[in-house]
């Protein structure tokens, strides 16, 4: 085994920082699902369905860089105390909500998924009980009370489901991005916590390469942090992938205009410069070519962009984000592809690399299947 290799994730931590770590993963650390769903079973069939209560499912985006993650704490922000502060304006009651992913600190959710029972009572004749709000009304009303705040949480969408349907042990499948910016100008303030900058060139076939090692069933021990509580580290990847994509996702560089033709071939399209004339092109490491002083001045030198894709019915504790720490140092030749496959093989998470920061994560699906 190379030397890359006896790096233990935890060599530098105080003994004070692993008492930590180990109390946010029983925090947010999730046990076999098929177990706790029979348990969740037995526990709902001893409690009656309330008829006249409605169960929505609430898919949610959100910054997660101002949250302490998305389970509710008793004294942190999180996203859920959020989402349940609005919900208690709006209905004049508290509400539990579940999440059917648990998100650490500074992780964003481009879509998350929670679910909540609410019981519609008339405010002005206390005790009557007054048919469910439409969904609609229901995303309305809650983003109006969140977007009163910080307006770093969205509801992006509500449905009707049934009293059993729980948005955890329901999800069929669960999809996360994480984005890596490669180059060694200094990060844009608009990408401060969105991303990974990472000032080396990144190999991107050898990455590729990389997650082929890690794609199917396995015991991923190796990528699985301290404390987790999951009773088995065997998971199944479905999808493992990384791809380069648009430096920004705020504008179109001006390559990306050029490329769509936007002045000359959309008549539609404003723009003062002369058709003949040709603008100066963007590469994809944000060099202008073809242009003077003058047209290059006050533009930034992009960074390349790419985002690793993992897909899986559930994931282990910072799993996600140990494999990205491993494809990193692939991509920067501190990793072979051969010694991504022994740390696997090593089944303990002292092989692995450091973890990827939690800023470049991303929450960005959760597949259910709808009676």
């Known amino acids: 085994m190379s030397d890359n290799l006896k790096h233990p994730l935890d060599s530098t931590a105080s003994e004070e920082s692993l008492e930590r770590l180990s109390k946010v993963a029983r925090i947010e650390g999730f046990s076999d699902e098929e177990e706790e769903a029979e348990e969740l079973a037995d526990s709902e069939s001893m409690n009656p369905v309330n008829p006249r209560v409605q169960r929505y499912l609430v898919?949610?985006?959100?910054?997660?860089?101002?949250?302490?993650?998305?389970?509710?704490?008793a004294k942190d922000r999180t996203v859920v105390g959020v989402l349940q502060e609005a919900f208690h304006k709006f209905i004049g009651q508290p509400v539990k909500i579940f999440c059917s992913s648990r998100t650490d600190a500074g992780v964003h959710a481009l879509s998350n998924v929670c679910h909540v029972d609410v019981e519609r009572i008339s405010k002005r004749k206390p005790g009557e009980v007054l048919p469910p709000h439409e969904p609609g009304v229901v995303q309305r009303a809650v983003n109006h009370f969140l977007q009163r705040k910080d307006g770093d949480v969205m509801v992006i969408d509500v449905r009707c489901v049934p009293s059993n349907y729980h948005a955890r042990y329901k999800a069929q499948e669960r999809t996360y991005f994480y984005r890596l910016l490669s180059g060694s100008d200094p990060l844009s303030i608009l990408e401060k916590d969105r991303c990974w900058h990472v000032p080396e060139e990144l190999n991107l076939r050898s990455m590729q390469e990389a997650c082929r090692v890690l794609v199917g069933s396995?015991?991923?021990?190796?990528?699985r942090a301290a404390g987790c509580q999951a009773k088995s580290p065997m998971r199944s990847l479905d999808e493992l992938n990384i791809t380069e994509v648009p430096s920004t996702p705020y504008f179109p560089s001006i390559s990306e205009r050029a490329r769509s033709n936007l002045n000359n071939g959309d008549p539609l399209a404003c723009s003062s410069q002369p058709k003949s004339e040709t603008a100066?092109?963007?590469?994809?490491?944000?060099?202008?070519?073809?242009?003077?002083?003058?047209?290059?001045?006050?533009?930034?030198?992009?960074?390349?962009?790419?985002?690793?894709?993992?897909?899986?019915?559930?994931?282990?504790?910072?799993?996600?984000?140990?494999?990205?720490?491993?494809?990193?140092?692939?991509?920067?030749?501190?990793?072979?592809?051969?010694?991504?496959?022994?740390?696997?093989?090593?089944?303990?998470?002292?092989?692995?690399?450091?973890?990827?920061?939690?800023?470049?994560?991303?929450?960005?699906?959760?597949k259910y299947e709808f009676p």
């Not at 140990?322 to 303990?348: F, H, N, P, Q, Y």
């Open 59 to 73: 898919a949610i985006e959100y910054i997660g860089t101002r949250f302490s993650g998305s389970q509710q704490q």
């Open 218 to 223: 396995h015991d991923f021990s190796s990528f």
């Open 280 to 366: 100066g092109v963007t590469t994809n490491v944000g060099e202008v070519e073809g242009s003077t002083d003058g047209d290059s001045f006050g533009r930034r030198r992009w960074h390349r962009c790419y985002v690793v894709t993992a897909r899986s019915r559930g994931f282990l504790y910072h799993q996600v984000r140990l494999i990205v720490g491993a494809l990193k140092c692939v991509g920067t030749g501190e990793l072979t592809v051969s010694d991504v496959g022994r740390i696997l093989e090593a089944k303990t998470v002292s092989a692995a690399k450091p973890m990827a920061p939690a800023s470049g994560l991303y929450l960005a699906r959760v």
